[in-house]
């Protein structure tokens, strides 16, 4: 039932990554220097997100519509994948795409969305015009007394105040574009506190005794499956469960702490980002014909159906939308 799940889930992320894929224009090199973005209007640093949409939607759109769209409006997507070959094919560029090149690409596409859709609720949300968010401006529906109550359920003011307290690193009162990008997207953030924060939220509907922490019957029933069920799309050997606990209980105490449990975060709360890197397992799985755990162009292309579904049109209107 559970790899099931996963199946539905990683078709979904099929259908969005084709078409991140397809679509996403080969990245602009670096600038030189940090500036202002003039239209999206944060300070764009070495390290910012590289990424304007409107810019991906418009480059040059009368050239690629001659390229890879046909005389009856029909999407070339043959043309379209010897055009992005290359762009994937670098670490080496040998002619093969191997899932870390595969993996790599998938994952910055999907950090090009995440710093999109961060920018988009900073703009909606910046009242002052400062660049940053403050938590008043974010959720103006809760009132001081909400506050003061500091209700913790799921939800609620002081839920999301404590996450917001943690994404706010250098505790001015107000989130940055990085910050603000950590606390919408907690499941791909580097932030450890913001990942023992994720983690203490999900034990809780794992923890029976609640002793926060879990011991191996709570490992097997709630944990072990979810982490296994993504790892068998890795084409490794799956551990045990007994031998998948002794490896986390650092300890040796016979229970799991939050700390101990990080390193199977990404599998029992996956982000964007996770299933990116799942969809790369996916992809080169199902074209490789010979083997060899790479794909070449002609791979690709015999298989082109998979790069490419009919549900584009929903999907690439849908101007990368989520709801936090």
Known sequence: ???????????????????????????????????????????????????????EKIHRPDDDAVTYFGEEGRFNITKRLVALFPAVDKSPADG?????????????????????RTQKELLSHDRDGDGAVSFKEFFPQFSSLDLANN??????????????????VNENGILDFHE???????EDSQNTRIKIWLLKEKIKRMDDDGDERLDFNE????????????????KIRVPTAEEKFADLDVDHDNFLSVEELLPILPYLKPGELTYAKSYAHYLIDAA???????????????????????????VYESDYHDEL
């Open 1 to 55: 039932m559970a790899r099931a799940v996963v199946i539905t889930i990683l078709y979904a992320l099929l259908i969005t990554g084709a078409v991140a894929l397809l679509f996403s224009s080969i990245p602009p090199r670096q600038p030189a220097a940090a500036g202002v973005h003039r239209r999206l209007g944060y300070n764009k640093l070495p390290s910012s997100p590289n990424f304007d949409p409107l810019l």
């Open 96 to 116: 093969r795409i191997g899932f870390s090149e595969m993996a790599n690409w998938n994952v910055a596409r999907g950090s090009d969305r995440l710093a999109y």
């Open 151 to 168: 209700e913790m359920g799921h939800g609620q003011a002081g839920w999301w105040m404590e996450l917001f307290k943690i994404a706010d």
């Open 180 to 186: 603000f990008n950590n606390f919408l997207h907690p």
């Open 219 to 234: 490992f097997v029933t709630y944990a072990y499956n979810a982490y296994k069920t993504y790892v068998e799309f890795e």
């Open 288 to 314: 490789d014909d010979d083997g060899d755990d790479h794909l070449t162009l002609q791979e690709m292309l015999n298989h082109e159906t998979i790069f490419y579904t009919a549900i584009y049109d929903s």
